[in-house]
């Protein structure tokens, strides 16, 4: 998957942290979701503009960031 027209920094949003799409939903907060036991059907009824491709999205970008990580090491 490329995550890349879904996951957008900009600076003046959430201090720049990487947001799904233009919501002001970090990825940082889907996966403290999903760690907590959410599943995605969860996640998407309490935030419906989420779609099960935004939360494989921010999958996709924790995945190659942890890779670009270990890369740097």
């Known amino acids: 998957m490329d995550y890349r027209e879904t996951i957008t920094i900009?600076?003046?949003?959430?201090?720049?942290?990487?947001?799904?799409?233009?919501?002001?939903?970090?990825?940082?907060?889907?996966?403290?979701?999903?760690?907590?036991?959410?599943?995605?059907?969860?996640?998407?009824?309490?935030f419906p503009q989420l779609t099960e491709d935004d939360i494989r999205a921010c999958l996709a970008y924790a995945a190659e960031r942890e890779q670009t990580l270990k890369r740097a090491t």
């Open 10 to 46: 900009d600076p003046d949003r959430r201090f720049g942290k990487p947001c799904v799409r233009d919501t002001r939903i970090a990825v940082y907060d889907v996966l403290s979701w999903l760690a907590a036991g959410m599943s995605h059907g969860e996640i998407i009824q309490d």
